[in-house]
Structures are given as structure tokens and as C-alpha cells.
């Protein structure tokens, strides 16, 4: 629709870029696995076809999806059991 001045176009959404350095950094310092978050990243920035193909408050649950997803993987796969054998 040019009629009301408005225009939709694909951006690039910087989103997936701390969750790539996040893991890159955990793995410098080696203080836990980045696999996850960096899986993360990666689907997150598949996600961003979703802002332009829906809108824009559909990509952002996507997103707060996919990181609390990770984080409570990541999470779950860090913490030992606290069951003695």
C-alpha cells in the first residue's frame, strides 16, 4: 500500500547477534556450553521471516520463545543431579 505512505519491506533484525556472541564467549572462557544459545541464534534468525510475512509482535513471541526455550535447556543440562548414587 503506497497510498498512505506506508511501506513494508524486509529488515535486517541484529536479534541473533548476542546470542552468537553470548556463545562465543562462554566458550572463550570455557563457563558452560554454548551450543545452545548458538542453536538459538540460528533459529532465531530463521524466525525473522516471521516479522515480514506476519508482523512484527509475532516475531518478537517467536523470539521470546525461542531464547527462554534455550536458556531452560541450557539450564536443565547444566545443573547436576542432586541425587546421590
Given at each position: 500500500?503506497?497510498?498512505?505512505?506506508?511501506?513494508?519491506?524486509?529488515?535486517?533484525?541484529?536479534?541473533?547477534?548476542?546470542?552468537?556472541?553470548?556463545?562465543?564467549?562462554?566458550?572463550?572462557?570455557?563457563?558452560?556450553?554454548?551450543?545452545y544459545?548458538?542453536?538459538?541464534?540460528?533459529?532465531?534468525?530463521?524466525?525473522?521471516?516471521?516479522?515480514?510475512?506476519?508482523?512484527?509482535?509475532?516475531?518478537?513471541?517467536?523470539?521470546?520463545l525461542?531464547?527462554?526455550?534455550?536458556?531452560?535447556?541450557?539450564?536443565?543440562?547444566?545443573?547436576?543431579?542432586?541425587?546421590?548414587?
Amino acid at each position: 500500500m503506497r497510498g498512505n505512505g506506508l511501506r513494508r519491506r524486509p529488515t535486517h533484525h541484529p536479534f541473533p547477534l548476542p546470542l552468537a556472541g553470548s556463545a562465543a564467549f562462554r566458550h572463550a572462557l570455557r563457563i558452560g556450553p554454548g551450543r545452545y544459545r548458538l542453536t538459538a541464534a540460528v533459529v532465531a534468525l530463521a524466525a525473522s521471516w516471521t516479522g515480514v510475512t506476519l508482523s512484527v509482535a509475532a516475531e518478537m513471541a517467536l523470539l521470546t520463545l525461542i531464547v527462554a526455550a534455550a536458556l531452560a535447556v541450557e539450564r536443565r543440562a547444566v545443573v547436576p543431579d542432586s541425587v546421590d548414587a
